[in-house]
């Protein structure tokens, strides 16, 4: 018998439940459906040994013998690395052989060792032409700054990566793939790897219309707002005539919403060129010190506003080539940030140096802010994220850090940061002086 809705009654069971009933009765469903099954039983004086759950159906041999296979299994590496598991022998090669995600196994050095039919299906090569081959061979898509990066880099640590990336498969078709790799721990060495894909393409394709929409939205609403824009300026500086005190004050409010508005334009507009890739690097030789004086400027009556004093480093520092659109918009973005989470009489540090070893432009933003709740650092840099400690304290649109992050990583440059509640936060840019050779910035991948 099946119950499709609502609470099981008394009704629904005494047709079925005989007096005296001798078989087995079986449930399956959510724990109170489970329980007010059990009940009703109970109550019709089904013996209590004739009712079974879940967790007390009978067991089969292969029942018992899996979980005997798994008895003495701990996952305890804090790195997410697999750790040693008894001989699965017949049972992983049926596991993996059946998984509807594509799953592949290679050594040390990427080459492949085994391979399921979904990864066959998938990239459209049978295992023998995929045997002693490496992933290139339908991933090649990929730059190879990026896959150092995002896959070798973590698995040399014996973390596990997780990237999404696009993939070319035997017929020339290119598919967007959500990739796992993990390190296999045998006799305490990293040994082996195993890598499941996931085909995503049409969330790919989604995500690349929305982005596509947002750009077409924001360029469509820019032309209005700046409209309003300098109609605004126009009224406050008495052109239209004379604002009386209270028309004044209402003005100004209408001007401050506007400039949000604006501010969300611009950041959304940023982004959909970085996801869609149209955002294109022009380098010319930059002066760092005039270009970050320029944005501390701009930011001038905000922090004379609110009392902030800000302290400027910038050590002399010889001309280099990258986009000064683009290293504006991140000093921007942090400067803005510290203001803006920087209580009144608060402390604001700027420094621009050189690490002359690494070749790297560094960018360090201080300030004694609200800082980020530890639990919520590792969303920090996420689209559309803020902090709960601040969401009530500031206005914010949660895309400065994630367009600062999408920039950084596209000129191949890194951020962190140092942060803590009440306290403060320090964010650090790492910026490439020397553009490493062979590199082409990668737009992010969509499917096409």
């Known amino acids: 018998m099946i119950l499709k809705e609502g609470d099981?009654?008394?009704?629904?069971?005494?047709?079925?439940?005989?007096?005296?009933?001798?078989?087995l009765i079986y449930i399956s469903g959510s724990q109170n459906f489970v329980n007010a099954v059990t009940a009703i039983l109970l109550a019709l004086k089904v013996p209590p040994k004739q009712i079974h759950c879940e967790a007390n159906y009978p067991a089969i041999k292969i029942d018992t013998k899996i979980k005997n296979i798994f008895s003495n299994y701990e996952h305890k590496d804090a790195n997410n690395a697999i750790k040693e598991l008894p001989q699965?022998?017949?049972?992983?090669?049926?596991?993996?052989?059946?998984?509807?995600?594509?799953?592949?196994?290679?050594?040390?050095?990427?080459?492949?060792?085994?391979?399921?039919?979904?990864?066959?299906?998938?990239?459209?090569?049978?295992?023998?032409e995929m045997r002693g081959e490496t992933p290139r061979l339908w991933g090649g898509v990929m730059p190879a700054t990026d896959y150092q990066e995002k896959i070798w880099s973590p698995l040399s640590k014996g973390v596990s990566a997780k990237t999404t990336m696009i993939n070319r498969n035997r017929s020339g078709k290119l598919y967007c793939a959500l990739l796992t790799v993990t390190p296999i721990l045998y006799k305490k060495m990293h040994t082996v790897y195993v890598a499941t894909e996931e085909d995503v393409t049409i969330l790919c394709e989604i995500d690349k219309a929305k982005t596509e929409f947002v750009s077409v939205a924001s360029h469509q609403l820019r032309a209005p707002v700046t409209a309003v824009n300098w109609y605004t300026e126009m009224l406050l500086s008495g052109d239209a005539g004379k604002l009386n005190k209270k028309q004044k004050e209402y003005m100004k409010e209408v001007y401050k919403g506007n400039q949000r508005i604006i501010e969300l334009i611009n950041a959304l507009l940023s982004i959909s060129?970085?996801?869609?890739?149209?955002?294109?690097?022009?380098?010319?030789?930059?002066?760092?010190?005039?270009?970050?004086?320029?944005?501390?400027?701009?930011?001038?009556?905000?922090?004379?506003?609110?009392?902030?004093?800000?302290?400027?480093?910038?050590?002399?520092?010889?001309?280099?080539?990258?986009?000064?659109?683009?290293?504006?918009?991140?000093?921007?973005?942090?400067l803005s940030n510290a203001i803006k989470y920087t209580p009144k009489k608060g402390k604001i540090t700027v420094s621009i140096s050189q690490d002359a070893k690494k070749k790297s432009l560094l960018i360090t933003v201080s300030d004694t802010g609200y800082g980020i709740p530890k639990n919520e650092q590792a969303k920090i840099f996420s689209k559309l994220f803020r902090a709960e400690n601040v969401k009530n304290k500031e206005q914010g649109t949660g895309l400065g850090l994630y367009i600062i992050k999408s920039i950084v990583d596209r000129m191949d440059g890194k951020i962190w940061f140092e942060s803590k509640e009440d306290k403060g936060t320090t964010f650090y840019v790492s910026i490439p002086m020397v553009r490493p050779a062979g590199f082409e910035p990668a737009a992010t991948s969509s499917a096409s």
């Open 8 to 23: 099981p009654e008394k009704t629904d069971l005494g047709n079925i439940i005989k007096k005296g009933e001798k078989r």
């Open 88 to 128: 699965l022998d017949d049972l992983f090669l049926q596991v993996t052989s059946q998984a509807s995600n594509h799953v592949i196994l290679t050594d040390h050095n990427g080459v492949i060792l085994f391979a399921n039919h979904a990864a066959e299906q998938m990239t459209g090569y049978t295992f023998d």
């Open 273 to 334: 060129r970085l996801e869609l890739g149209t955002l294109v690097i022009d380098r010319e030789p930059i002066d760092i010190k005039a270009l970050t004086q320029k944005r501390i400027d701009e930011q001038k009556s905000e922090i004379q506003k609110k009392k902030i004093a800000l302290s400027v480093t910038c050590k002399k520092i010889p001309s280099f080539k990258n986009d000064p659109k683009l290293i504006e918009m991140i000093i921007q973005n942090l």
